[in-house]
């Protein structure tokens, strides 16, 4: 809807309202059929795992195809290109994600639907060990996800779905190399293959630049390695990865020649299976170590320099029923365990606990009734 000056009638704010709304019901309802049923009757929305089921929340899912035509060589500048999402660039080799009118801290962040958010600060949310050629789609969760991720979903929840996660990938290599002005270069790639009984997936990438100003150059190094293998009743899942990024932080914090070094560690182990018909499970354990450096003044550490490390660790179990073909029901809970160290900031602990349940009622292409409880722990000191 067109911004009106200050200052206009009310009656020509209502004339304009009506022509919004008439601009709106004239695009054809073809169209925006095909919209929505582009990805849910073909992908599994796993960032509606928790959820008794899709539709009764804004989805978007940008999948693997759709990346390879966008300018993007990171997945801050997918994210980016997303409606309803804000990203903030400190670097290009870090960014703060935002969404829909929240703050940083209301965005929570999933790998193959484990947390990576950090504990110390939202600046390190996206500070991931995932190379790009590594992602095989990127889930959007808009607005409160709250009822079944906590406190730091209520603006809303990315999850970031690595290849090979739903399944086993087929055999592919690739290797790719780019360059560009202020001495930007990179080369990355990526192997998935068959070792026996055990899908493997690998991958590495590193770019660098002199920065397009003082003190804006940066490195990112970043690299993961997956195993499957089907198991029983389901497929379990390995996967670890690191990430390494330097750069120069030139008057994000305040008008000083900062720079800063952050490292992520990951590693993760998930179960999915089908324990009985009409219910489908998953259990998985994960953990993730972060460090940050960080130099108030380049040239002058002494002046002001910080080190914190952060580790946190968590657990999961959650089962999806479908009691009838239009009741479906999930029911879960989580652990967690987070410890930082700050030379400048101090010392911080926070253990949580959540219990969560949700039912819908409807089935596809009808109205849809879904309601929900959880009950969160959080103990701090």
């Not at 290009?92 to 965005?107: K, L």
């Not at 596809?364 to 929900?372: P, S, V, Y």
């Amino acid at each position: 809807m067109p911004v009106l000056p200050h200052g206009c009638s009310r009656s020509s704010r209502l004339v304009a309202g009506v022509l919004a709304a008439l601009i709106f019901a004239a695009v054809p309802r073809a169209a925006s059929a095909q919209q929505r049923t582009t990805m849910l009757d073909t992908v599994q929305v796993t960032v509606s795992s928790r959820s008794a089921g899709t539709g009764v929340r804004s989805e978007e899912v940008i999948t693997r195809e759709e990346i390879a035509r966008l300018p993007a060589r990171t997945i801050a500048d997918v994210l980016d290109d997303a409606l309803g999402v804000e990203i903030m660039g400190r670097s290009p080799a870090q960014a703060d994600i935002a969404m829909r009118g929240s703050s940083t801290t209301q965005v929570l962040v999933l790998v193959d639907g484990v947390r990576v958010n950090d504990l110390q600060t939202e600046h390190a949310n996206l500070d991931l060990a995932i190379p790009l050629a590594d992602v095989e789609r990127v889930e959007i969760l808009r607005g409160s996800g709250s009822t079944l991720y906590g406190p730091d979903a209520a603006g809303g929840v990315v999850n970031i779905i690595t290849a090979g996660h739903d399944g086993a990938a087929a055999s592919r290599a690739s290797l790719r190399a780019w360059g560009g002005s202020f001495g930007t270069g990179g080369a990355s790639g990526s192997l998935a293959d068959s070792v026996g009984d055990f899908a493997i997936q690998a991958s590495a990438e590193h770019e660098r630049s002199d920065g397009h100003r003082a003190d804006t150059d940066y490195g990112v190094t970043q690299a993961s390695l997956a195993a499957a293998r089907a198991l029983g009743s389901g497929r379990l899942r390995a996967r670890a990865g690191l990430g390494v990024r330097s750069f120069g932080a030139a008057d994000f914090y305040a008008t000083y020649p900062s720079y800063e070094r952050t490292r992520s560690a990951t590693a993760s182990l998930r179960y999915d299976f089908s324990p009985a018909d009409r219910v489908r499970a998953s259990l998985t354990a994960s953990t993730r170590r972060h460090s940050d450096d960080y130099v108030l003044v380049r040239d002058d550490p002494s002046l002001y320099h910080n080190r914190h490390r952060s580790w946190q660790s968590g657990l999961e179990a959650i089962a999806r029923v479908a009691l009838t073909p239009g009741l479906v029901a999930a029911v879960g809970a989580d652990a967690s365990d987070a410890r930082l160290s700050s030379e400048r900031l101090g010392d911080r602990e926070e253990k949580r606990g959540a219990l969560f349940a949700e039912a819908t009622l409807g089935g596809a292409g009808q109205a849809r009734l879904a309601g929900g409880a959880d009950g969160l722990v959080i103990h701090q000191r």
